[in-house]
């Protein structure tokens, strides 16, 4: 059969038609990597001209014509790194990183790299993102001011470069409303364009211009402590989720629920797991050394980290792994559970084995609470015989309970982790402490909602060195009396920088007694001294705020009246210290007996984190503090503008609990959270059998305890305050002094797991107590090392799935408030974290000698923002 002819097309207008093959071989030899076109170019056949060809002027003609590409972020984040963060020392987000890169990829074309036109888009970017006050983070957030800045920059732009001519006409021309200065910390208002890039580094170093003595100015209205000092509740808090395949935290997916489904249960669990995993495996002792000449097995009765050298490192064993190795020694990290048939077992994510207590031992002896709910390592040997079997039936093996029971020998909490070596910071406190395994950390991730450790942190440095290295003029006109000299005028005294917080702890308004102790402490403050220094920066009110359950039907603790008239009694007493309520923050944290959780929770442990206190019962308060602002505000009026206060005003903050204090953003973080924490942890905490020699360690242990506690009173002076000691350091000393057999001091302080102690200032007759000291000591090591504040299970502590994140107590806060109501007062430091608890604002038992019978004494800790302690203070009333 022929072959159909084929005649030739007669030429015809010119047809610019992708030609299929052309296309095909161009899209496959390329990738968004190298700078694929947006639209693919089409090739044009050989021969023919293009037809309408526009003639154009001599300055045209040179501007080259620039291709679109689809330019991936991941291709301009070293560039954006190198121009935005080591050249502009600033920092940019994914969002605003995927804006840059599509407007690069659209006028720079594919010339973007080699010819270096990202790298000046950039660089005008960061030039108008800083004259702007856009702050060290760049991102397209509600305002939409990186988009904004992008479309000024869009018409400027000719032949892949910003043409620097109609970029000066555009910004003398145009004024942009959503590119108008806001307040924060990059620079000043009215900043020209060189002094806004020195805005984020050092001071400008051109003298004799008016911009220094603007800023010096500028830089004096900000002396006060309380323009850093935010308060975040826990519903406002950062929702974050530890990735591990990513390795770092991300932010929840969704919006929260109070009624979620039940795999977010899972996920808080889960979560809570994989924080202590990573943590446990970013310690010294839990990574292979590179050689070792030890053979034994490692062992929790040495597991401080600074022995890692000295033995085998630690090697967790999945739990579904113990089958088929019956009679093995293994290291267990999991969580305490109850099984089906009520016995003690451990779970991890791949299964729980039931737990043989009858030989354990704690470690350290009596030095923390272990309750079912908590994360703890676990040594023993594991037995597979049919005593325990599994009632789940096909559960049973890998995923389930597994057959056989684990004999434990000791039981540890996890290792706590410094905040420094979490967020991966080379200053501060701890410097000189080298720990060379961590790694970055987590220093990029913000937390707390006021901005990351290293995104922020060195400027908020800056400013916190400069506010507490300086005195500043009274902020106070109306507390210090000014005093006139022989020519009439009024002298501005200088005054220290305020640092103090007074915390106050089980403020039953329902008692008299109570409000008495409260205007006590008040007056204790005003009156003293005329010293602004001696006014706290915030007063912190901790429940519960009645003694017993209110609106729960019984008649002890009354109803939303009797509610309501206990504030108001409040709001009385505040009234009588306006000068305090102007210039004070002052917060408060609910209880489990407070509205409206009390209504239905009839007094019994309440979900957390709970809602503050309604805005219905607090009216009279708020009606004190507006009228104390008022009279300041009036009273500064009539004074001259050079001496007018530049303070915040006084507010009263009703927030969760728990909830968080940040002071210069991320670099004070302290943690406030009402709880009777301590009779939880008696009530729920597991029992350990008493072996043979149990009773000669308790006469040892005796001994010790009075050794201590001699040292402890010889080192008081003689106003009645004790100096912050290290206990653990003077066991050190001791026992180089007495053993005989030389134990290395480093193999010590790595065996002991105890927490330095701070002994609480008391009256001088008052004699420190061990025991109240070595509880402190034992609550304080079981809440950091779990890093949680309820590390129980939901039976015991129900708390709100989707708000578990304000839980975690990592990374460690600079200060933790424990406000336990059954426990005595105390202020120790574990880990670089400061913990206190207030206890009880009326203390009916102190009573002090020269007091006549029948007075009270108030008591709260005064927390100091700058030395990061806290003290116990009373006072007769």
Same mark, same amino acid.
């Given at each position: 059969?022929?072959?159909?002819?084929?005649?030739?097309?007669?030429?015809?207008?010119?047809?610019?038609?992708?030609?299929?093959?052309?296309?095909?071989?161009?899209?496959?030899?390329?990738?968004?990597?190298?700078?694929?076109?947006?639209?693919?170019?089409?090739?044009?056949?050989?021969?023919?001209?293009?037809?309408?060809?526009?003639?154009?002027?001599?300055?045209?003609?040179?501007?080259?014509?620039?291709?679109?590409?689809?330019?991936?972020?991941?291709?301009?984040?070293?560039?954006?790194?190198?121009?935005?963060?080591?050249?502009?020392?600033?920092?940019?987000?994914?969002?605003?990183?995927?804006?840059?890169?599509?407007?690069?990829?659209?006028?720079?074309?594919?010339?973007?790299?080699?010819?270096?036109?990202?790298?000046?888009?950039?660089?005008?970017?960061?030039?108008?993102?800083?004259?702007?006050?856009?702050?060290?983070?760049?991102?397209?957030?509600?305002?939409?001011?990186?988009?904004?800045?992008?479309?000024?920059?869009?018409?400027?732009?000719?032949?892949?470069?910003?043409?620097?001519?109609?970029?000066?006409?555009?910004?003398?021309?145009?004024?942009?409303?959503?590119?108008?200065?806001?307040?924060?910390?990059?620079?000043?208002?009215?900043?020209?364009?060189?002094?806004?890039?020195?805005?984020?580094?050092?001071?400008?170093?051109?003298?004799?211009?008016?911009?220094?003595?603007?800023?010096?100015?500028?830089?004096?209205?900000?002396?006060?402590?309380?323009?850093?000092?935010?308060?975040?509740?826990?519903?406002?808090?950062?929702?974050?989720?530890?990735?591990?395949?990513?390795?770092?935290?991300?932010?929840?997916?969704?919006?929260?629920?109070?009624?979620?489904?039940?795999?977010?249960?899972?996920?808080?669990?889960?979560?809570?797991?994989?924080?202590?995993?990573?943590?446990?495996?970013?310690?010294?002792?839990?990574?292979?050394?590179?050689?070792?000449?030890?053979?034994?097995?490692?062992?929790?009765?040495?597991?401080?980290?600074?022995?890692?050298?000295?033995?085998?490192?630690?090697?967790?064993?999945?739990?579904?792994?113990?089958?088929?190795?019956?009679?093995?020694?293994?290291?267990?990290?999991?969580?305490?559970?109850?099984?089906?048939?009520?016995?003690?077992?451990? /779970?991890?994510? %791949?299964? &729980? !084995?039931?737990? *043989?207590?009858?030989?354990?031992?704690?470690?350290? +002896?009596?030095? #923390?609470?272990?309750?079912?709910?908590?994360?703890?390592?676990?040594?023993?040997?594991?037995?597979?015989?049919?005593?325990?079997?599994?009632?789940?039936?096909?559960?049973?093996?890998?995923?389930?309970?597994?057959?056989?029971?684990?004999?434990?020998?000791?039981?540890?909490?996890?290792?706590?982790?410094?905040?420094?070596?979490?967020?991966?910071?080379?200053?501060?406190?701890?410097?000189?402490?080298?720990?060379?395994?961590?790694?970055?950390?987590?220093?990029?991730?913000?937390?707390?909602?006021?901005?990351?450790?290293?995104?922020?942190?060195?400027?908020?440095?800056?400013?916190?060195?400069?506010?507490? /290295?300086?005195? %500043?003029? &009274? !902020?106070?006109? *109306?507390?210090?009396?000014?005093?006139?000299?022989? +020519?009439?005028? #009024?002298?501005?005294?200088?005054?220290?920088?305020?640092?103090?917080?007074?915390?106050?702890?089980?403020?039953?308004?329902?008692?008299?007694?109570?409000?008495?102790?409260?205007?006590?402490?008040?007056?204790?403050?005003?009156?003293?001294?005329?010293?602004?220094?001696?006014?706290?920066?915030?007063?912190?009110?901790?429940?519960?705020?009645?003694?017993?359950?209110?609106?729960?039907?019984?008649?002890?603790?009354?109803?939303?009246?009797?509610?309501?008239?206990?504030?108001?009694?409040?709001?009385?007493?505040?009234?009588?210290?306006?000068?305090?309520?102007?210039?004070?923050?002052?917060?408060?944290?609910?209880?489990?007996?407070?509205?409206?959780?009390?209504?239905?929770?009839?007094?019994?442990?309440?979900?957390?984190?709970?809602?503050?206190?309604?805005?219905?019962?607090?009216?009279?308060?708020?009606?004190?503090?507006?009228?104390?602002?008022?009279?300041?505000?009036?009273?500064?009026?009539?004074?001259?503008?050079?001496?007018?206060?530049?303070?915040?005003?006084?507010?009263?903050?009703?927030?969760?609990?728990?909830?968080?204090?940040?002071?210069?953003?991320?670099?004070?973080?302290?943690?406030?959270?009402?709880?009777?924490?301590?009779?939880?942890?008696?009530?729920?905490?597991?029992?350990?059998?008493?072996?043979?020699?149990?009773?000669?360690?308790?006469?040892?242990?005796?001994?010790?305890?009075?050794?201590?506690?001699?040292?402890?009173?010889?080192?008081?002076?003689?106003?009645?305050?004790?100096?912050?000691?290290?206990?653990?350091?003077?066991?050190?000393?001791?026992?180089?002094?007495?053993?005989?057999?030389?134990?290395?001091?480093?193999?010590?302080?790595?065996?002991?797991?105890?927490?330095?102690?701070?002994?609480?200032?008391?009256?001088?007759?008052?004699?420190?107590?061990?025991?109240?000291?070595?509880?402190?000591?034992?609550?304080?090591?079981?809440?950091?090392?779990?890093?949680?504040?309820?590390?129980?299970?939901?039976?015991?502590?129900?708390?709100?799935?989707?708000?578990?994140?304000?839980?975690?107590?990592?990374?460690?806060?600079?200060?933790?408030?424990?406000?336990?109501?059954?426990?005595?007062?105390?202020?120790?430091?574990?880990?670089?974290?400061?913990?206190?608890?207030?206890?009880?604002?009326?203390?009916?038992?102190?009573?002090?000698?020269?007091?006549?019978?029948?007075?009270?004494?108030?008591?709260?800790?005064?927390?100091?923002?700058?030395?990061?302690?806290?003290?116990?203070?009373?006072?007769?009333?």
């Amino acid at each position: 059969m022929e072959e159909p002819l084929s005649t030739p097309r007669l030429p015809s207008a010119p047809s610019f038609k992708a030609n299929p093959a052309f296309s095909k071989e161009q899209l496959l030899s390329s990738s968004p990597g190298f700078g694929t076109p947006a639209y693919p170019i089409v090739n044009r056949p050989p021969g023919i001209k293009q037809p309408f060809a526009s003639k154009s002027n001599s300055t045209t003609e040179n501007v080259p014509t620039v291709l679109p590409i689809l330019l991936p972020p991941q291709a301009l984040r070293r560039v954006a790194f190198i121009t935005l963060t080591k050249k502009h020392n600033l920092t940019i987000t994914t969002s605003g990183l995927r804006l840059l890169s599509t407007f690069v990829g659209k006028f720079c074309g594919s010339g973007w790299r080699e010819a270096g036109l990202a790298e000046r888009v950039l660089d005008e970017v960061a030039k108008l993102w800083k004259r702007n006050g856009g702050g060290l983070i760049v991102e397209d957030g509600l305002d939409k001011k990186l988009s904004n800045i992008l479309k000024i920059l869009e018409p400027c732009m000719s032949g892949g470069r910003p043409d620097m001519a109609k970029l000066s006409r555009t910004n003398n021309a145009v004024n942009n409303p959503n590119l108008s200065r806001t307040a924060s910390f990059s620079g000043r208002p009215g900043a020209s364009r060189e002094e806004s890039q020195t805005s984020l580094g050092g001071p400008d170093l051109r003298p004799g211009e008016n911009g220094d003595q603007d800023e010096e100015d500028d830089d004096e209205t900000q002396l006060d402590p309380r323009s850093y000092l935010k308060i975040v509740s826990a519903f406002d808090q950062p929702r974050m989720m530890y990735s591990t395949s990513k390795k770092c935290f991300e932010p929840m997916a969704g919006p929260p629920s109070l009624l979620p489904p039940i795999q977010h249960k899972v996920s808080m669990f889960r979560n809570r797991y994989h924080l202590v995993h990573q943590r446990l495996l970013r310690n010294e002792s839990f990574q292979a050394p590179s050689f070792s000449t030890i053979t034994r097995p490692p062992s929790l009765m040495h597991s401080g980290s600074s022995v890692a050298t000295l033995q085998k490192a630690y090697k967790i064993t999945p739990i579904s792994n113990l089958l088929g190795r019956s009679g093995t020694l293994h290291l267990l990290l999991g969580m305490l559970v109850h099984s089906a048939a009520g016995d003690l077992a451990v /779970s991890d994510l %791949s299964g &729980s !084995v039931v737990l *043989d207590m009858s030989v354990a031992r704690p470690i350290p +002896e009596d030095g #923390a609470w272990f309750c079912p709910g908590m994360m703890v390592l676990l040594e023993g040997t594991y037995e597979e015989d049919g005593s325990h079997n599994s009632n789940l039936g096909s559960a049973s093996g890998v995923g389930g309970q597994i057959k056989g029971h684990f004999i434990v020998d000791t039981m540890a909490g996890p290792p706590a982790e410094r905040r420094a070596l979490t967020i991966g910071a080379s200053n501060g406190a701890d410097a000189n402490i080298s720990h060379t395994s961590v790694g970055a950390g987590f220093g990029w991730i913000d937390f707390l909602g006021v901005g990351s450790e290293k995104g922020i942190g060195p400027q908020m440095q800056r400013i916190q060195k400069r506010v507490f /290295s300086s005195s %500043s003029p &009274s !902020v106070l006109h *109306d507390i210090n009396n000014t005093t006139e000299n022989a +020519e009439g005028e #009024a002298e501005d005294q200088e005054q220290p920088i305020r640092t103090k917080i007074a915390i106050l702890g089980e403020c039953n308004l329902d008692s008299p007694r109570t409000l008495e102790a409260i205007r006590a402490i008040l007056s204790s403050y005003t009156s003293s001294s005329n010293e602004v220094a001696d006014l706290p920066l915030s007063i912190v009110m901790m429940g519960n705020f009645v003694s017993a359950a209110c609106m729960a039907g019984s008649t002890k603790g009354g109803g939303s009246v009797e509610y309501k008239e206990y504030f108001d009694a409040l709001a009385s007493v505040l009234s009588e210290f306006p000068s305090l309520l102007s210039s004070t923050t002052l917060v408060f944290v609910p209880g489990d007996n407070d509205p409206w959780a009390s209504s239905f929770s009839a007094g019994a442990a309440c979900a957390i984190p709970r809602q503050g206190v309604p805005e219905i019962f607090t009216s009279r308060i708020r009606r004190a503090i507006a009228t104390a602002n008022a009279e300041s505000s009036s009273n500064n009026s009539k004074k001259d503008k050079n001496s007018s206060s530049s303070s915040p005003a006084g507010e009263a903050v009703w927030t969760t609990n728990p909830a968080r204090v940040s002071m210069f953003g991320p670099l004070e973080e302290v943690v406030l959270f009402r709880d009777d924490i301590t009779s939880r942890f008696r009530r729920n905490a597991i029992t350990f059998a008493k072996l043979e020699g149990d009773d000669d360690d308790e006469n040892d242990e005796e001994v010790d305890h009075e050794e201590r506690h001699t040292e402890q009173q010889a080192t008081i002076d003689d106003d009645g305050s004790a100096p912050i000691t290290d206990t653990n350091a003077d066991d050190d000393a001791d026992d180089d002094d007495k053993d005989s057999d030389g134990l290395d001091k480093r193999v010590h302080e790595a065996t002991s797991h105890l927490p330095s102690a701070v002994t609480v200032p008391t009256a001088s007759e008052r004699k420190p107590n061990t025991y109240t000291l070595q509880a402190a000591r034992k609550l304080i090591k079981t809440v950091l090392d779990q890093s949680h504040l309820a590390p129980f299970t939901h039976s015991i502590r129900p708390v709100f799935w989707d708000h578990a994140s304000p839980l975690s107590l990592y990374p460690l806060p600079t200060a933790l408030v424990l406000a336990d109501a059954e426990t005595p007062a105390f202020a120790i430091t574990y880990e670089g974290c400061h913990v206190m608890n207030p206890g009880r604002v009326v203390d009916e038992l102190a009573m002090s000698r020269a007091a006549a019978r029948g007075a009270g004494v108030g008591r709260w800790i005064e927390y100091d923002v700058k030395s990061r302690k806290g003290e116990s203070r009373e006072v007769i009333f």
